[in-house]
Structure formats: C-alpha cells, structure tokens
C-alpha cells in the first residue's frame, strides 16, 4: 500500500473504559430476531411494504428492516446488552421519506430497550434529527455495549454514528459518541455528541497537502461528582505534510503527535462536551 492511501486511511477507533477495552464490537443483525415482528410490536400503527423489507409510518416515515444495499446504513440495528443480557438494544432509524433523496437524507433515530423475553418495550427515547445528512454523510450507525460503568448500579451503552465526505483533496470523517442510562421506566441521554475519531485535510489530490487525523480514548476517573465518575478522554491528534520526492514518489512527513486531555464531571443530568470534541450538529 503506498503511503498516499495509507495517509488517506480513517484512524483506528481506540476506546478504552477502565482497564477494559472499548473498541465497538460488530452490530449483529442476527440479534434483531425476528426484526418485522419487533417492529410491529414497538410500533402497532406501522404497515409492512410489499416486499417485507420495510415499514411506513403515517404519512410517510420509512422503517427499514434490512439495507436495500450493502453500504446502506439506515436500517434497523440491534444489540443484546451484555451487562443486562436479558435486553435487546435497539436503533431505530426513522427516515422522513418524503424529504430524503440521494442527496441527502432527514429523519430521526429512536431508541429502545426491549425485553428479550416478552419482546416488550420497557424505555425508548427519540432523538430528533441524528439521521440527517447531507454533503457529509451518515456511513454507519452502531450500538456500542462496552460496560460503562458510570455509578455504582448505573451503566450506560452507547450509540455511534461515522459521517464522512466524498472528497479526496478535502478528506472529512467524523464519528460521534451518545450515551444512555435507564433510569425506571425513563431512557436518559447523559453523554451528547462526543467526537471520539475525527479525519481531515486539504490537498492537490496527487501528493501534496496537510492532513491530520485524531483519536479518542476515554477511561473512569475515581474522582466522583454528584454522584458520578468523571470520564477522562484523552485525544490523539496526528498531523502529515505529504510532499512528492525526488523520484516523484509521494513521501509521508509526519509531525509529532498533540496529546489534549479533557476531564468530563457529570452536572446531575449530563457530561457537559468540550467545545473541541462536540460534533458536527445533525
């Protein structure tokens, strides 16, 4: 591989949490069993298309079951919560049909927690537009169930959404990090939009240019606040100033390595986001 493609590469997600690893395990799509079935029971009013691989909703918000292709990230994603496994997690991508094209896309994506068991909906929350996008668009959306361990009794699971260009000279991904807790018969949002790999830069589309590329890990902090660890995220940022060299080849010319370290406190409802690590808003 020549080093142009490997500069041009998205970094390694490194997401550690306490002495565990964080890095996001693959959403399953054998975990949404019978996915039509889940659908119908989370949402009665909802009527199945032609073809069984999707749903609608009136007037015209698309549920998809599976991708139409294989790149196609607005569909339904399930997860088992191990630190709960008798519960499935489940996103929702709830596209809004009607004002969506090739262009871009808008929509919502609700979240629910379903007993395994009696495949009912025990909490689900709606978060407005994390399904829109447009010239940066929406690659993947995952449900990540590292054990963040944020209280004792309290753990939260997260969901992950990678955005990204289609621009070579002016690469542009990002991937945002949300997090949930249950609390009763309530689904809490306590971590909003937190950057936690990030990829961007301009150049002549030949060699030439300055790119840089940055990583996220985060880990528990003993110290506690109303009632909370406080969650240390340290950011990787990488930086590379390719250039043609003398053969014409394209030579790599990397700069050291920026380390910033953030300490998020809980403020009795939410991880308050550093300005430098908030996404991109949907």
Known sequence: MSEKSMRMLLPALLLGLAAASLSPAQAATSDCGDAAALVQQAYPKALKSADGASFTLDPHTSIALAPRDSDSPFRLVCKIWPAHDDLLLVAVPLTDSARSSDDGHVGDIELLVVDRNSQQVRQRLLQPGLVTDDAVAIRKIELDTGRYGLAPGVTAFGLRIEM???SQPNPFSETD???Y???GAALRLVLDGLVVAGNG???????AGFFHSSQVSLKMSPAIHRGHHDIIAAERTDIDKPSPGKNGECRSHPGKPVIRTYRLRYDGSRYPVPGKLKALEP
């Not at 830069?201 to 060699?207: A, I, K, L, P, V």
């Open 164 to 166: 990204a260009n289609h």
């Open 177 to 179: 990090l949300r997090l």
């Open 181 to 183: 807790t249950v609390a």
């Open 201 to 207: 830069g301009e150049g002549d589309s030949n060699c």
